[in-house]
């Protein structure tokens, strides 16, 4: 197993992403032969009805998550929600599943994405180059 430092977390669910403020979090590559990987996150109280509701509802939802720092590339797990603990002030959400993009794909969302905003030509170019050297996040959605 790999251990890396959780620097943010969205949750997102189709047009709309909801932004998990971390107090901490870690993220986990359990190296098995499913690919999983673990993403805990400890966050704000106040997100607790938001995750309870999907857990009780079985569903599964898109993690966008950063990597030990800011100007790491987002990733996205196709996640459920495996454990989910309330505390005085805070709650710590577990979340399971299969890394959905990788890093080399993020050239590939980031031109879907400009194509919808309809960019073509030159002015596509222009803001593509743009975009992949700045890495904004994208909004994706399920498949």
């Given at each position: 197993m790999k251990t890396?430092?959780?620097?943010?977390?969205?949750?997102?669910?189709?047009?709309?992403?909801?932004?998990?403020?971390?107090?901490?979090?870690?993220?986990?590559?359990?190296?098995?032969?499913?690919?999983t990987w673990l993403i805990e996150a400890y966050s704000n109280l106040s997100l607790y009805d938001f995750f309870k509701k999907i857990q009780d509802e079985n569903r599964e939802v898109i993690a966008?998550?950063?990597?030990?720092?800011?100007?790491?590339?987002?990733?996205?797990?196709?996640?459920?929600?495996?454990s989910l603990l309330k505390f005085d002030n805070h709650i710590s959400v577990l979340l399971e599943g299969q890394m959905?993009?990788?890093?080399?794909?993020?050239?590939?969302?980031?031109?879907?994405?400009?194509?919808?905003?309809?960019?073509?030509?030159?002015p596509l170019l222009m803001e593509f180059k743009d975009k992949i050297k700045s890495k904004p996040k994208l909004k994706i959605s399920k498949p």
């Open positions: 890396f430092k959780l620097y943010s977390l969205e949750v997102l669910e189709g047009e709309t992403s909801v932004e998990i403020p971390l107090e901490d979090g870690l993220i986990l590559n359990k190296e098995d032969d499913h690919s966008e998550v950063v990597i030990t720092k800011k100007e790491n590339a987002p990733a996205y797990f196709q996640t459920r929600i495996v959905r993009r990788n890093k080399s794909d993020y050239s590939e969302l980031l031109l879907e994405n400009l194509l919808q905003k309809g960019f073509e030509g030159q």
